[in-house]
């Protein structure tokens, strides 16, 4: 990846491991508990940790995403899982696909279903992290590892690849300090994601953390389920009660929260819109940004996570432990679990000037998708050809 990264200060509840070989010591501690509880009779179906070591190419991966509101999934996430895992095992590893449309108990039953055709290994982005425990024991408990994706599932998962989550709500606190200056006169909204997503909460954490004592947050949502017609609804209410022009800034969470947040603004007639926050780099907050409608977004790199998730689960299922452990060099700690190996990638902002080095340097949006003929004069102006 080409772009420019930004600092990062590790989030507390991330530890860089010491060494690969401690954890590795530790996997053999579990597996020779493992092989001793077995041989008592406790269980016969054996620990995930350990699970089919002498499986080969010919391997399938569940892989389950939370919402399709969210573009982000569907079209780069997924298709860059299931083509690194072709890649890695010699086009015979195969991927079963499953979006639970934010809905936590359909996600449940897509994990069982899952676990009864006998995946080898399950990918999963988790609609509530609490919830979705059972379905988790559920897997562990067939000998199937789960990965935890960009959300941190609760339940007994092997590993996890993510971003550093509160490193995301700092970028997007610090760009609006940056743009408006720190003043108790400037008047914020906060529109937050979802409140069963463990990220949500690291964002707003990571956000307030640059945001508080410097200016004044005037009003603070969360957003159910991350849904846009939700933070619509808020946003209305926002307005009503503040004033359309009472609002220096609004720290949207994501893409889709900014979307509807700059439409109710436009709506209510604002002569200029205030910065607005976003994440996710999604084509149309590309190009709200190249417009002036959008302040910023987080780009985080979706192939760079895709593919260390795959090659993770790769790994695991051929019990290829050491390069496992090499994958996952941080570890951190979910409510139920400690010591969960992970893999965090860093953001990085995205605002007008460095569209080039992001998204088109990664090759997520080619010049042409972008500087469609209603951005033309806007991607002229900041050299993007
Ligand atoms: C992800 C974001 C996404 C949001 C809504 C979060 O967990 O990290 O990238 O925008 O969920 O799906």
Redesign the pocket.
């Known amino acids: 990846m080409n772009a420019r990264t930004t600092s990062t200060t590790p989030s507390t509840r991330i530890r860089r491991r010491a060494t690969v070989l401690r954890r590795t010591a530790t996997a053999l501690v579990a597996s020779a508990a493992a092989v001793s509880l077995a041989s008592c009779g406790v269980s016969d179906i054996g620990d995930s940790a350990e699970a089919s070591p002498t499986k080969g190419d010919d391997i399938t991966v569940g892989v389950l995403f939370?919402?399709k509101?969210?573009k982000?999934?569907e079209q780069f996430d997924y298709p860059n899982i299931k083509k690194k895992i072709a890649e890695l095992t010699d086009n015979k590893g195969v991927t079963k696909y499953a979006n639970a449309d934010k809905d936590a108990e359909t996600q449940n039953s897509q994990i069982d279903q899952m676990v009864a055709d006998k995946v080898d290994i399950i990918i999963l982005?988790a609609v509530d992290s609490k919830a979705v425990a059972p379905a988790v024991q559920k897997a562990d408990d067939a000998g199937i590892p789960v990965i935890a994706y960009?959300?941190l599932a609760e339940g007994p998962i092997d590993g996890y690849v993510?971003?550093d989550?509160e490193l995301?709500g700092q970028v997007q606190g610090r760009a609006l300090v940056e743009d408006l200056g720190d003043s108790a006169a400037n008047k914020i909204v906060m529109m937050n994601?979802?409140p069963s997503?463990?990220?949500?909460a690291l964002?707003k954490d990571g956000a307030l953390s640059e945001l508080q004592d410097k200016v004044t947050i005037s009003e603070s949502f969360d957003t159910k389920d991350?849904d846009p017609k939700v933070a619509k609804v808020n946003m209305e209410q926002v307005v009503a009660k503040l004033g359309a022009d009472n609002i220096d800034a609004v720290y949207a969470?994501?893409?889709?929260i900014a979307g509807a947040v700059i439409d109710v603004l436009k709506t209510a007639g604002v002569a200029k819109v205030p910065p607005v926050t976003g994440?996710?780099a999604d084509l149309d907050a590309v190009q709200r940004i190249l417009s002036g409608d959008q302040y910023m977004t987080v780009y985080?790199s979706f192939p760079t996570q895709a593919s260390a998730a795959a090659e993770m689960a790769v790994a695991k299922v051929q019990g290829r432990s050491i390069e496992f452990e090499a994958l996952a060099r941080d570890s951190i700690d979910s409510p139920t679990t400690k010591n969960i190996p992970a893999q965090l990638v860093p953001p990085v902002a995205l605002t007008k000037n460095n569209i080039q080095d992001t998204v088109i340097a990664d090759e997520i949006y080619t010049v042409k998708q972008i500087c469609t003929a209603e951005f033309k004069s806007d991607c002229d102006a900041v050299n993007l050809k």
């Open positions: 939370p919402d509101d969210t982000r999934y982005d960009d959300r993510s971003f989550n995301v994601g979802s997503d463990p990220n949500a964002f991350w969470a994501n893409d889709g994440q996710d985080k």
